[in-house]
């Protein structure tokens, strides 16, 4: 058995120092060793035995931490009146100092202004106990509604796959709190006999509703209409019960792209992305297991010479972007030591970059992926490369009209660049910016560099000023959130029929219960619009760019390229 | 006891509650016998004829010296009327105190007066826990005065631990269960002689060899240095009062004595013979596993002769129920076509009523209410249903409705659903009740008086008019009490609820009007739980005074107090005949009480914990308790025994329920779960051949794994409540945890 929890039993008492200083905080001076040491005995003793009582009063609690209130009922059983005014909190702010040798807990009282608790206006009142009633068994199965817990947590899944051998039943984990001494022999026969009974589990049988929704989504995901899509990715993003039907995702998607990207489908191709992103969202899922299938279709979507059928007309740009973010937020939840996903990915980019036969649409891929990794991989593997590429660039923008197409790529390629490197640069190098130095540097693109860099500069200034004001007045970004929230219940909901449906899973979660949930402002979106659209005045595209950054840095970052690709879709 | 700290209170109210009491004061005698010795030094459990009737006389002078000096004085004089004493013995005896001639000269007719002695102390409980308080403890423990070497006990302990070690290993085990004890006595002698810094060092040295399911004994021991806190400390002072039990067969006690006489070790051997009880049986010694099956309890075991008086575990024949209402009720049914029904309801009437089962009690053994019509169109309701019930078993697992509570910052403390689950009471540590209607029915208050003034008594639908329409609501608040809830119990007429409450009060409310009936005041600590009996009038509540006390709606004092356990009460429950009371404790054990005389029939040991949850088997026969430990415990009531372990869950069970055919039992924890057992499974492979039933042990198949049918995770919510409708449809309830 474990020798610290021995150790704790042995009494701990109080230093006699505390028992002076109260002592002299109640005004007897000189108290002398002896009588400290009782006194600090019994004090200690008598503390224990109200926190052996008031430990029986959260048990029958139902708790599982202890509260004021207990010691307080715990005093009162010893007739000792309640110590008034203090709250239970769920959080007390203990802190700690520690110096000469010794540790010290204290609980820092602050100074509190009443005519600042008289004005302050009264809090909302909590919302009233309420009842709500959901299945958390069907004749055994536990249905899978955003009322129960995932079928197989996260956790699971992960030590799942990245430690098979580990992967047990739940529940036989559990073997019971209590092991006396001498059953450790025994303990080792049944942990035998389990080994024995374990049984690959995950069966690949789908329920008839798993089929029909997996039948729905799908079609909904790849088929015309956008607020169906909207809403089946919404379900993929947010829904717990998705594990077992993973496996037939990932499938999905893997030949969706394979098929796709043969055909020049760009909008299918851009579908199934959404679908990876969804996928990716969805908290109660661990995709470990199937990036086989995922990270090759997704590279195929970064990289692919070709992604459309007119490629001077099509916005494939954008969906190169995207599978690029895609690619790098699976790299920063996935990679490790044992798959090495991140560096496997880098090579792989910076060898078709560093081949030159690599077609402007790959080359573009390639450094937009090498991008999203991050500043580190921008300035090790890119900036480098500058003055290469902007040779390269030059070649075409200057040389002989070749082709149409090779020109928008050499474009897109040029400002790709200029988009990535102007604020690495700009963090790293340092001032003054003299264009001589920078084309000396650089090359081709040096010129250019050097004014994104200032521009960058003056930006990055400017937001440090502004962006503490304006992140005031939106201290509430989060409803893109609750509406996410609000739209799974109600998709859920009608999906899954016989079921007592809560409205809203967020009333279970909110920690502030007084909020009511705010309809998400779709005008967020349509700010995006109007900057891409560059319809508004100077003036508000500058507040609006501000807006923008924030809000791009946050949550929604896809919809805008998508809206991009979506109306030069149209066009 | 608990009494200690406030002894002219405690008596205040004994002197209410006493008239009461003594009308059916035989029927406490046994319970308080077991207080009695229980209070008395452990000298008087020596077999030897004179010793008790002394030992009793003194108990009495006590008691007496106690009225006297809190100047009780017509209590003084209505005791030594009825003990017989004058007043110049007792002071004799007060001044000598070992007793002395006196005592023995009223020897005679010292038998006859013992009877009436327990009588009068029967009908002073309290006294008698007052009386524990200064004579007794002295006596108590005065045991440890005549004192050792106090280097030696380290000696004296690794010398018994060495040999222990040595034996053989069919006998290591079983004296293995030695040491806790006489590592509690030896520290606690040291403690008592002022040896602070030896005891500290004894423990320090082996505590750690201990039995990990002690740790909780431990901490609390570990605090007391000094002689001055033996005192005050209840759970100390119960393990002077109460001898630790062991049982050892024959073999291994030989070996035990002969060691120790070889040796010359009396202190160990004092305190074997003092504090210690060894319950000696012939045949094999048990097994390392047989002993930690049932250890574990304050108190070590329970004697082998306290299972062994009858209980009658069988059903109560069903009233019959006059025909008209059955057959109205069948041409409803008639009307859906459905005339197949009706032969199998009469066949599982007639086959209820007619067959009387052996192990019943008779039916009047205690005074049931009669039936009133509402009851027989109830029960009429339930046989209906019953008859459309799912039939639950391993392939065909019952589904569950989980009512989660929201918002309820106050914290939820207890939960009751009614039998036909059409309402739900929640008790919350704010001290409210809630009641909720969970079926489209609202609750509504009677009118008031005045209202009720004007309505015509003779219409038919009276009972209807009488209900205000404007109270309609879904749910009420019930406010009363000044302490948190920690129990609510419907009554099976759906007409009352029960509430015990930190504030030593167990309230009675009425469903009609939302308003408080009675307060039962009585505990004066808090009342953990409460019970209504299955039919009604009778209830049950216990507390943190170590007692259960059973009470009728319509008496405000108890009509039984079931005196025993070592700590607290946690959790009470009515056997389905009415006729017995399971009670759970705090001390790790599990009581099962007879209403009818107040007696102890059962003491169930095994738990490791303190005991949350209690369930009845529907056929009365088995009782399944639930503790801190996470482990469920399955007893055979018949027998006495264990019968099964169920593991599996992480934290304390805070419900257990069977379902209505007693095919599934489910269990509900604060580890955020529910699971269910195949409690057929486990009943049916229990060998009870005769020598297990004799002896007591038993070998329990480890077999939680396949007993385990399935476990539901909730979301954060610990499971409150478990509760089986007519149609065994699992209802669950608790409140949201959000962390």
């Known amino acids: 058995m474990a020798e610290e929890r021995r150790q704790k039993l042995c009494s701990v008492i109080l230093p006699t120092e505390s028992m002076k200083a109260i002592a002299e905080s109640v005004g007897v001076g000189s108290l002398q060793e002896e009588s400290c040491l009782a006194l600090s005995e019994e004090v200690s003793y008598r503390i224990k035995e109200i926190a052996q009582d008031a430990l029986k009063f959260m048990h029958h609690g139902k708790r599982r931490k202890l509260t004021t209130g207990d010691i307080d009922h715990a005093l009162k059983l010893k007739n000792v009146e309640p110590l008034y005014g203090f709250q239970s909190q769920e959080f007390i702010p203990f802190r700690f100092a520690s110096g000469g040798g010794r540790e010290l807990h204290f609980y820092e009282e602050k100074e509190v202004d009443l005519s600042d608790i008289i004005n302050t206006p009264l809090p909302r009142v909590p919302l009233d106990v309420s009842l709500k009633a959901h299945w958390l068994s069907i004749d055994g199965v536990q249905p899978a509604i955003p009322e129960n817990p995932p079928p197989v947590p996260k956790e699971q899944q992960k030590t799942d796959s990245t430690e098979p051998l580990k992967a047990v039943k739940p529940g036989q984990e559990e073997e019971g709190s209590i092991q006396t001494k001498g059953q450790g022999a025994s303990s080792a026969e049944v942990k035998g006999k389990e080994k024995m009974r374990m049984k690959p589990r995950s069966t690949h049988e789908l329920s008839v509703e798993q089929q029909l929704y997996y039948k729905e989504i799908t079609e909904a995901c790849v088929g015309s209409c956008e607020a169906k899509r909207a809403e089946a990715l919404q379900s993929i993003a947010t829904d717990p019960g998705l594990y077992q039907m993973l496996p037939r995702f990932s499938t999905f998607i893997s030949e969706g792209v394979r098929v796709n990207v043969v055909q020049n489908n760009l909008a299918l191709l851009i579908y199934l992305m959404r679908m990876v992103k969804a996928l990716m969202d969805n908290p109660t899922l661990y995709l470990e297991k199937y990036l086989h299938e995922l990270i090759p279709a997704v590279v195929t979507c970064i990289v692919s010479k070709q992604l459309c059928l007119r490629p001077d007309v099509d916005n494939h740009w954008a969906l190169r972007d995207f599978a690029a973010r895609l690619m790098a937020q699976s790299c920063k939840t996935f990679s490790t030591t044992t798959n090495n996903i991140q560096s496997r990915i880098t090579k792989t980019f910076t060898k078709a970059l560093l081949d030159d036969k690599t077609q402007w649409t790959t080359r573009y891929g390639c450094i937009a992926g090498l991008a999203e990794l991050g500043h580190d991989v ?81 930006q990055a200034a400017f937001q440090a000023q502004t962006v503490n004001r304006t992140t005031l007045t939106i201290t509430q970004p989060r409803p893109t959130l609750s509406m996410s929230q609000s739209g799974l219940s109600a998709s859920s909901g009608s999906r899954t029929p016989n079921i007592i449906k809560v409205p809203s899973s967020l009333t279970l979660m909110s920690t502030r219960p007084g909020t009511p949930t705010q309809p998400s402002p779709p005008a967020t979106k349509y700010i995006v619009m109007a900057t891409s659209a560059g319809a508004a005045s100077t003036q508000q595209v500058r507040v609006l760019n501000e807006f923008v950054s924030l809000y791009l840095s946050r949550l929604p970052r896809h919809l805008y390229h998508f809206r991009a690709c979506l109306t030069s879709d149209r066009r | 006891m608990a009494a200690v700290q406030d002894g002219p209170m405690e008596l205040d109210a004994e002197k209410e509650t006493k008239p009461e009491i003594l009308s059916d004061g035989t029927s406490n005698l046994s319970g308080n016998t077991a207080s009695g010795t229980l209070s008395s030094s452990p000298l008087t459990a020596a077999p030897a004829g004179g010793a008790p009737k002394m030992e009793d006389q003194q108990t009495l002078i006590a008691v007496l010296q106690f009225l006297k000096r809190n100047k009780l004085s017509e209590s003084v004089e209505i005791l030594r009327r009825e003990a017989g004493l004058g007043e110049h013995q007792e002071d004799s005896q007060a001044t000598d105190g070992s007793g002395g001639g006196k005592g023995d000269g009223d020897g005679g007719d010292a038998n006859s007066l013992l009877s009436r002695v327990f009588i009068t102390s029967a009908a002073a409980p309290q006294s008698m826990l007052v009386k524990k308080d200064q004579p007794d403890v002295s006596v108590v423990l005065s045991a440890y005065s005549q004192q050792g070497d106090p280097p030696l006990y380290q000696v004296y302990y690794s010398g018994l631990k060495n040999f222990i070690e040595s034996v053989l290993d069919c006998h290591r085990a079983e004296l293995s269960q030695l040491f806790y004890p006489l590592f509690v006595h030896m520290y606690l002698e040291l403690v008592y002689n002022n040896h602070e810094t030896k005891a500290k060092a004894f423990f320090d040295k082996f505590s750690g060899d201990q039995e990990c399911y002690y740790q909780d004994d431990l901490r609390i021991l570990c605090g007391l240095t000094k002689k001055e806190h033996l005192k005050g400390n209840e759970v100390l002072l119960d393990f002077r009062t109460s001898r630790f039990v062991l049982r050892i067969s024959r073999d291994s006690y030989q070996l035990l004595k002969r060691h120790l006489q070889e040796r010359h070790n009396n202190q160990i051997w004092n305190i074997i013979q003092e504090h210690l009880y060894i319950d000696i049986f012939d045949g094999m010694p048990r097994s390392k596993s047989q002993i930690d099956s049932m250890s574990g309890s304050l108190a070590g075991e329970a004697r082998r002769e306290v299972n062994k008086a009858k209980v009658f575990y069988g059903l109560l024949k069903e009233p019959e129920i006059e025909v008209p209402l059955d057959d109205e009720d069948d041409e409803a049914e008639n009307e859906e076509g459905k005339p197949k029904k009706k032969k199998t309801k009469k066949d599982s009437l007639g086959s209820k009523s007619k067959k009387q089962d052996p192990n019943a009690p008779q039916q009047n053994r205690i005074p049931l209410p009669e039936l009133k019509d509402s009851d027989k169109l109830d029960k009429i309701m339930y046989m209906k249903e019953s008859t459309k019930r799912i039939r639950l078993g391993p392939e065909n697992l019952p589904s569950i409705c989980f009512y989660t509570f929201l918002n309820a910052f106050q914290g939820l403390t207890a939960v009751d659903f009614t039998d036909d689950s059409s309402l739900l009471a929640g008790g919350f540590a704010d001290s409210t009740v809630r009641v909720w209607s969970v079926t489209p029915k609202k609750l509504r208050k009677v009118k008031s008086t005045a209202e009720l003034n004007v309505i015509d008594k003779e219409s038919d639908d009276v009972l209807e008019r009488i209900m205000d329409e404007k109270t309609a609501s879904e749910s009420k608040i019930l406010h009363g009490h000044s302490g948190p809830v920690y129990g609510v119990s419907f009554s099976p007429d759906r007409n009352y609820l029960l509430s015990s409450s930190e504030d030593g009060t167990v309230r009675l409310w009425s469903l009609q009007t939302f308003t408080c009936l009675v307060g039962y005041k009585g505990h004066n600590y808090p009342v953990w739980d409460t019970q209504f009996s299955p039919f009604g009038y009778y209830f049950v509540s216990g507390g943190h005074d170590r007692v259960a006390r059973l009470w009728a709606t319509d008496h405000y004092q108890p009509l039984r107090i079931f005196a025993g356990h070592l700590a607290d009460v946690t959790c009470t429950q009515f056997h389905p005949n009415s006729n017995y009371v399971a009670t759970g404790s705090t001390d790790r054990t599990v009581r099962l009480w007879d209403v009818l005389n107040g007696n102890c029939v059962r003491i169930l040991t095994g738990h490791k914990g303190p005991i949350h949850s209690l369930a009845f088997s529907p056929n009365g026969k088995f009782l399944a308790s639930g503790s801190t430990d996470g482990r469920v415990l399955l007893w055979d009531i018949g027998h006495g025994l264990m019968i099964g372990e169920l593991k599996g869950h992480t934290d304390t069970i805070y419900a257990l329920k069977f379902s209505r055919d007693g095919e599934i039992l489910a269990s509900g924890s604060m580890d955020n779960t529910v699971r269910l057992w195949d409690s057929m499974k486990a009943f049916d492979e229990v060998e009870t051949d005769d020598f297990t039933a004799t002896t007591g042990h038993i070998h329990l198949p480890d077999n939680s794994q396949e007993l385990l049918l399935g476990m539901y995770h909730s979301k954060s919510t610990p499971v409150t409540h478990l509760h089986f409708t007519r149609r065994n449809l699992l209802l669950a309830a608790g409140a949201y945890n959000s962390q």
């Open chain 1, 378 to 458: 921008i300035k090790t593997l890119i900036i480098p490369r500058l003055s290469v590429e902007g040779a390269r660039i030059k070649a075409v923008m200057d040389g002989p009209v070749v082709s149409n197409i090779d020109k928008i790529g050499a474009d897109h390629v040029q400002s790709l660049l200029l988009k990535h490197c102007a604020c690495v640069v700009a963090k790293t190098r340092p001032l003054p910016d003299m264009v001589d130095q920078y084309k000396a540097d650089y090359g081709y693109l040096g010129t250019m560099l050097c004014s994104h860099v200032v521009k960058a500069r003056a």
